[in-house]
């Protein structure tokens, strides 16, 4: 018999990415690219015009490299970074579209950032995992906004209740590109090796 944290655990197989959006401000449209640069004190690169951090002069031995400019600081909702990044799950896209209504549920519309089948992401909450070259580790649920009931009409925000995916903060930066897999890691965030 198995415990409970070994059920919670027990994932069949890699999920993969699906879909990659990014906002170029707040309240912007979102756009579908191919790929995305994570890093671990921004999030992922673009979103929200968010830009790497310049390098340190003193760290890198390069006179004159002038720094970018500091992104204003911002209020996030469950602590600093803990919503670098969201994830939806695809499976869950005709349940919110059905819910909603509609014929469909296009990710632009639910204004996450990854779009990942083949897993349950919930499972990942607290657990550290991989997309293509990055590392992640889930931080919450991702509740809906009062945008959804802008972009899905009247009713979104509860058709997106318990389908609105998982935050994450990026422990690792790296590239991350559409049809990566999501490999969760062996240890859940917190617990030892």
Same mark, same amino acid.
């Given at each position: 018999?198995?415990?409970?944290?070994?059920?919670?655990?027990?994932?069949?197989?890699?999920?993969?990415?699906?879909?990659?959006?990014?906002?170029?401000?707040?309240?912007?449209?979102?756009?579908?690219?191919?790929?995305?640069?994570?890093?671990p004190l921004v999030?992922?690169?673009?979103?929200?015009?968010?830009?790497?951090?310049?390098?340190?002069? /003193? =760290?890198? !031995?390069?006179? #004159?490299? $002038? +720094?970018?400019?500091?992104?204003?600081?911002?209020? %996030?909702? *469950?602590? &600093?970074?803990?919503?670098?990044?969201?994830?939806?799950?695809?499976?869950?896209?005709?349940?919110?579209? /059905? =819910?909603? !209504?509609?014929? #469909?549920? $296009? +990710?632009?519309?639910?204004?996450?950032?990854?779009? %990942?089948? *083949?897993? &349950?992401?919930?499972?990942?909450?607290?657990?550290?995992?991989?997309?293509?070259?990055?590392?992640l580790e889930g931080?919450?649920?991702?509740?809906?906004?009062?945008?959804?009931?802008?972009?899905?009409?009247?009713?979104?925000?509860?058709?997106?209740?318990?389908?609105?995916?998982?935050?994450?903060?990026?422990?690792?930066?790296?590239?991350?590109?559409?049809?990566?897999?999501?490999?969760?890691?062996?240890?859940?965030?917190g617990e030892a090796?």
């Amino acid at each position: 018999m198995k415990t409970m944290q070994e059920l919670r655990t027990a994932l069949p197989r890699a999920g993969r990415v699906e879909w990659i959006g990014l906002r170029a401000a707040r309240r912007a449209a979102v756009r579908s690219v191919p790929e995305v640069q994570a890093h671990p004190l921004v999030g992922l690169i673009g979103d929200h015009g968010k830009q790497a951090p310049a390098r340190l002069t /003193a =760290l890198s !031995g390069e006179a #004159g490299e $002038a +720094p970018a400019p500091a992104p204003p600081a911002q209020t %996030v909702p *469950g602590g &600093p970074g803990k919503r670098q990044v969201t994830l939806i799950q695809a499976e869950h896209l005709p349940v919110i579209a /059905a =819910l909603a !209504g509609l014929e #469909g549920a $296009a +990710p632009e519309l639910l204004r996450r950032n990854i779009v %990942v089948s *083949g897993l &349950p992401l919930l499972a990942l909450k607290d657990r550290r995992f991989q997309i293509g070259e990055a590392i992640l580790e889930g931080t919450g649920e991702c509740h809906p906004c009062s945008r959804m009931e802008e972009n899905l009409g009247e009713g979104g925000y509860n058709a997106v209740r318990g389908h609105g995916g998982l935050t994450a903060r990026v422990i690792r930066g790296g590239l991350i590109r559409v049809g990566d897999p999501l490999v969760p890691l062996e240890t859940p965030a917190g617990e030892a090796g």
